[in-house]
């Protein structure tokens, strides 16, 4: 069984930086791709950003792209997602997620971490 296991939200200010991690135990690391999500209060859970099982294909949200960068470290076993130069309308629970084919539906993926929280003063 895998599981996730999300770390490094929290509060921080506009213009501000956060990294987030992932940490996966159970399965074989490599054979998955992995995403993150995120669900703001009373909005749907979206997509933010994926990697592919090797690392060599990612694909953001528009609302991110140039911001945020995820990265992968295979003998880790962790999954990063890199935050810079966040806003308030980041705020929201972001979750990290585990699937076999890299995509940017929920519906694509199999394991799912309990999330994080991330909150952007402005």
């Known amino acids: 069984q895998v599981q996730l296991v999300e770390s490094g939200g929290g509060l921080v200010q506009a213009g501000g930086s956060l990294r987030l991690s992932c940490a996966t135990s159970g399965g074989t690391f490599s054979r998955y791709a992995r995403g993150w999500f995120r669900q703001a209060p009373g909005k749907e859970r979206e997509f933010v950003a994926s990697?592919?099982?090797?690392?060599?294909?990612?694909t953001y949200a528009d609302s991110v792209k140039g911001r945020f960068t995820i990265s992968r470290d295979n003998p880790k076993n962790t999954v990063y997602l890199q935050m810079n130069s966040l806003k308030p309308e980041d705020t929201a629970v972001y979750y990290c997620?585990?699937?076999?084919?890299?995509?940017?539906?929920?519906?694509?993926?199999?394991?799912w971490g309990q999330g994080t929280q991330v909150t952007v003063s402005s």
């Open positions: 990697i592919s099982k090797s690392g060599g294909s990612t």
């Open positions: 997620a585990a699937g076999t084919s890299w995509d940017t539906m929920s519906s694509a993926y199999d394991y």
